[in-house]
């Protein structure tokens, strides 16, 4: 090919086979690249729905737990006392069984009249209680501690504030719904951790409402476990309301400060943090419209800074009312950071391996252009009549045998075919030569002068 023969010796050794290795690397690395990709597109949506769902799991457990507890504390067809100390003993023994179902997470239970009146039970431990009364329709409550279900109480301690449990959001909540409902998450201030209660009516012998009972359920372990998740690192997950305000969230925080340091709860679309302003927006618009039970859905949506980011997301409802948002993001780049690596490996074993070529190739065409610069230069010889120019090439390939080929040309050139004796141009080159060789007149090598006689 006419292209080849522009090039020299040593390119037509290297260049040839550089561009067939850079060239399968080429076809390596994309082949890796689209297999990956295609790989991650399938994976990632089930890595981000199966955190989905061990999340929604995580809320099934932290909150379905407290429909048990209610029904302990005041079983259905249980009518409401006349007045809570007619009936402390009952209360008391119930409202034990209650805060032992889930004990880490509602540890309190407590119950409230149309007169005023309160009672409540507050688990700080297995043994160690906490027995909150109001027992008149005034005034402030009175608190005693006791160990055992049947401990006796200890010292009356009064609060200072006056508590009334008619004019609680959790009493007038469930005042208004037939059925078991869940009042809005609040700010324990406190513990300064989401608290979210569930509430009941109670009736009485009459059928008419007399009370509610109620029990708190304590976020703080289900933003701890979402907080744990092992997520990618620029990934993250929360769980809202569908409002925007967010329950717990894997990065950065879901409580904000106002102008007096006093701590509100944080809407994710006034989150600090673009993405997840970002996937709020997102996810609120895809599931716009859509009533039931959605399932966990996966979708790829495009970021602030334009950037493909991988979307989970489901609504977690009940009978009670519970309204919660699930949704797990992890930028595409993220999923993609192992292929990409992988592809600059190949990359760079390629370029190692072209390198190695040419070595090798450098180093083949050293030996075998040494050879070939001795045969140049006996020919040279040849042209110039000098034919007992020395070839001294010992080899079995064909440089061997072009290298033999031409001692033969080179004999034949020197050598006369009728008599077998030197030819007469090479006689008269060794002449030239051996003439050139002699001391030239007046030269230090020239001979002396006869003495006179």
């Known amino acids: ?65 407290s429909g048990a507890v209610l029904e302990t504390a005041f079983p259905k067809g249980v009518a409401a006392p006349q007045t809570i100390a007619k009936d402390l003993d009952a209360l008391r023994t119930r409202f034990w069984l209650a805060t032992s179902v889930h004990r880490a997470l509602n540890n309190y239970a407590y119950y409230g009249d149309e007169q005023g009146h309160f009672f409540g039970l507050w688990r700080d431990s297995e043994s160690e209680a906490q027995l909150r009364l109001r027992l008149s329709g005034d005034g402030p409550r009175t608190l005693h501690r006791f160990v055992g279900i049947d401990g006796e109480l200890g010292a009356a301690e009064q609060e200072t504030k006056v508590f009334d449990p008619r004019q609680r959001p959790w009493y007038k909540t469930a005042a208004e719904a037939a059925t078991e409902t869940w009042t809005s998450i609040y700010i324990d201030f406190r513990t300064h951790e989401l608290v979210a209660t569930r509430a009941r009516r109670v009736q009485g012998h009459d059928g008419a409402m007399k009370g509610v009972v109620a029990t708190d359920v304590s976020l703080k372990l289900l933003s701890d476990f979402v907080r744990s998740l092992p997520i990618s690192q620029h990934g993250f997950a929360f769980i809202e309301e569908p409002d925007g305000n967010l329950i717990a969230t894997s990065r950065g925080d879901f409580l904000t400060r106002d102008a007096n340091d006093v701590h509100q709860r944080l809407n994710a679309q006034a989150s600090n943090d673009p993405l997840l302003a970002t ?102 010889d040849v042209g110039d009549g000098q034919f007992d120019t020395p070839l001294r090439i010992k080899r079995s390939d064909e440089i061997g045998d072009l290298a033999e080929s031409f001692s033969v040309m080179r004999h034949k050139l020197a050598t006369d075919r009728l008599t077998g004796l030197a030819s007469r141009e090479a006689m008269v080159r060794r002449l030239e030569d051996r003439i050139r060789l002699l001391p030239r007149p007046g030269s230090l090598r020239a001979g002396r002068p006869l003495a006179p006689a």
């Open 1 to 65: 090919m006419p292209i080849f023969r522009r090039l020299s010796l040593g390119q037509l050794l290297t260049v040839p086979y550089v561009v067939l290795v850079l060239l399968l690397a080429v076809i390596l690395g994309a082949l890796s690249y689209r297999a990956g990709r295609n790989a991650v597109d399938s994976l990632s949506d089930q890595l981000l729905t199966e955190t989905v769902s061990r999340i929604a799991q995580a809320v099934e457990r932290h909150v379905y737990g």
């Open 279 to 380: 996937v709020h927006r997102e996810v609120r618009g895809l599931m716009r419209g859509q009533e039931g039970d959605l399932g966990v859905r996966a979708r790829k949506i495009t970021g602030p800074d334009g950037a493909a980011v991988q979307v989970a997301y489901a609504r977690i409802r009940d009978t009670a009312g519970l309204d919660w948002i699930i949704a797990v993001a992890v930028p595409r780049s993220d999923f993609l950071k192992t292929v990409t690596d992988n592809v600059y490996q190949t990359v760079a074993l390629s370029l190692l391996a072209a390198l190695a070529v040419v070595a090798v190739g450098m180093l083949s065409l050293s030996v075998v252009s040494r050879d070939l610069r001795k045969l140049a230069t006996a020919a040279k």
